[in-house]
């Protein structure tokens, strides 16, 4: 089957730089794609790596390694209004998609 | 402007009840996904559906049902046989070529 982990909580100060991480294990991989939701929101696409490596859209990257089942979430320049929750998700190749459970990153002033 | 709407925002339920979900969307994917959220919680799959007239359960299936007579169309009905309904409910649809989920604005599903 298909799994994710990720962290429960990241705290970090505005201004500064945090990574999220998220471990996966699948049996057929087909790409890691990155979700921000605001609390009593619907979840928003941030970005989708399909093959190593670093994609980048703007104060946001995002990490794929496929031999290590690892990528991380890396977010710049905090500000406050990127206090949310991010998800991990994992597309399968029958187009079934899971989530990780999610990480909260709590941004302090 | 293109999207997925999801009817009602908030919805109550009474025992042994059956209440449907509405998912309409106007951007001409073909799969379609219900997912549950609990407060704190992940997103859990329920049902996806991949083409008209096909779906497929999820990891959270029982006590639900789904139907995709038209493309635009995932309505979601949780039976009185699901015994925890309380959730945040939402539906999605991809976009194949980015594997890019758009979603709705999500149902607050509570019993009364």
């Known amino acids: 089957g298909q799994s994710l982990e990720q962290p429960s909580e990241v705290t970090a100060v505005e201004g500064a730089i945090v990574q999220i991480n998220c471990t996966y294990q699948?049996?057929?991989?087909?790409?890691l794609s990155w979700y921000q939701q605001h609390d009593g929101g619907a979840p928003t696409f941030l970005s989708y790596?399909?093959?190593?490596g670093l994609e980048e859209t703007g104060r946001f990257s995002s990490f794929l390694s496929r031999s290590d089942s690892y990528g991380y979430l890396l977010l710049q320049e905090l500000q406050m209004k990127d206090s949310a929750s991010y998800f991990c998700?994992?597309?399968?190749?029958?187009?079934?998609?899971?989530f990780g459970k999610g990480t909260r990153l709590h941004i302090l002033p | 402007d293109g999207g997925i709407t999801q009817s009602p925002k908030y919805l109550f339920r009474k025992e042994g009840q059956n209440v449907t979900l509405s998912c309409e969307q106007n951007?001409?994917?073909?799969?379609m996904y219900w997912y549950r959220q609990d407060p704190g919680q992940g997103l859990r799959l329920i049902y996806y559906?991949?083409?008209?007239?096909?779906?497929q359960k999820g990891d959270i299936a029982e006590g639900y049902s789904v139907s995709r007579e038209k493309k635009e169309s995932f309505p979601l009905t949780v039976t009185s046989a699901q015994k925890n309904p309380t959730a945040f409910y939402l539906c999605?649809?991809?976009?194949?070529?980015?594997?890019?989920?758009?979603f709705g604005s999500g149902t607050q599903l509570s019993v009364l």
């Open positions: 998700a994992l597309p399968g190749g029958d187009d079934k998609i899971i």
């Open positions: 699948t049996s057929g991989f087909y790409g």
């Open positions: 790596n399909a093959l190593d």
């Open positions: 951007l001409n994917h073909d799969a």
């Open positions: 559906s991949q083409i008209v007239n096909d779906f």
């Open positions: 999605a649809s991809i976009e194949s070529r980015t594997e890019k989920l758009f």
